[in-house]
């Protein structure tokens, strides 16, 4: 099988932008469940900018920051209500935004299902985006571990963006923010804010990104 114009990325929780800008028009976005489970990646957060600034979401894992295994391992906790904080989070942040009814109902969906593993919620929300977006790449789960060796000319994504370092490049889409002035346009943080700002416009905006780099 020729695996080229193949992307390895991480399983995120509600994913940055560029994940999908780099990835889209490839034939294969491929999901690894067998990797460890990190601490201080998009796992279980994602990015979104409110008012006084951008604001992180996380989803609680059980046993925490003493959370050890493979990403198909971990379970959420729901010891506290987190899927409301989330939801009245992006409600807060994005309700003006141009495009916020045009998904709110779908989205509320997601965030009234339980989910028991969190690589099952990411893979959910991955799929979602990907028909909304209408990214043409198929979506595989591998099972067994990645090796490059394995796997040569493919384009591997994971740890490229981190919660340290996601807004460090310059390779990123400009599009109008619900609150750019007053903290600035924010590149790269969770596809919800081009969703949210842009509407249909965000396959556009991915398809002629992805033109400019050919």
């Known amino acids: 099988m020729n695996y080229n114009n193949y992307y390895f990325i991480d399983s995120q929780y509600f994913p940055v932008v560029n994940c999908f800008n780099y990835s889209y028009k490839s034939k294969y976005i491929i999901l ?52 409301m904080n989330h939801w009245r989070t992006i409600i807060s942040c994005y309700r003006k935004s141009p495009f916020f009814n045009y998904y709110v109902d779908e989205l509320e969906m997601i965030f009234l299902k339980r989910f028991d593993f969190l690589f099952d919620l990411n893979l959910s929300i991955l799929h979602w985006i990907n028909e909304l977006i209408e990214h043409p790449a198929e979506i595989k ?33 400009r599009y109008t923010q619900v609150f750019e002035d007053r903290i600035g346009f924010q590149p790269n ?10 509407g249909p416009m965000a396959k556009v905006l991915l398809q002629n990104a992805e ?4």
């Open 141 to 173: 789960v591998l099972s067994a571990p990645f090796d490059r060796d394995d796997f040569p000319g493919t384009f591997d994504l994971r740890k490229k963006w981190l919660p340290k370092n996601f807004q460090a490049e310059s390779d990123f889409i």
């Open 211 to 214: 033109t400019k780099k050919k």
């Open 189 to 198: 943080i969770s596809i919800l804010d081009l969703l949210f700002n842009t």
């Open 32 to 83: 690894c469940e067998c990797d460890n489970f990190e601490k201080l990646t998009f796992f279980n957060r994602c990015v979104v900018a409110g008012s006084n600034g951008l604001i992180n979401l996380s989803v609680p894992v059980v046993h925490g920051r003493e959370q050890k295994g493979k990403y198909n391992s971990v379970r959420i906790s729901y010891a506290q209500n987190w899927q």
